[in-house]
């Protein structure tokens, strides 16, 4: 059989600064779920996109927000490229800054 559509990709890489720790993330899951999963300690409170806890930059790559970012974060975090990590599903490898909490 032929395949003439390129297949989606099951899964992207998440490389989290500083550290250059990388998480992959599965389709379906936000970049919070799939970071928590690999052990990451990623500050989060709500995991529903209403706190803003979860927020860091996104550096490289692209991104599918699924709620609107503007009900959290300020002008001037989304012109800076900020996501909230819980309601961010990746189109692409990325590259993330955040700062983790401490162990």
Known sequence: ??????????SYTAQIEPGGIEVKVQSGK???TAALEAGI??????????????????????ISPEIDFGYV?????LNDG????CQTALK???KVKVKLKDK
């Open 82 to 85: 900020y996501a909230l990590a």
């Open 92 to 94: 692409t490898d990325i």
């Open 73 to 77: 974060l300020d002008f001037n975090e």
């Open 30 to 32: 936000n970049l919070l």
């Open 1 to 10: 059989m032929f395949s003439f559509f390129k297949k989606k990709s099951t």
């Open 41 to 62: 300690n990623w500050p989060y409170k709500c995991r529903v996109g209403s706190c803003g806890t979860c927020k860091c930059k996104i550096l490289e790559g692209k």
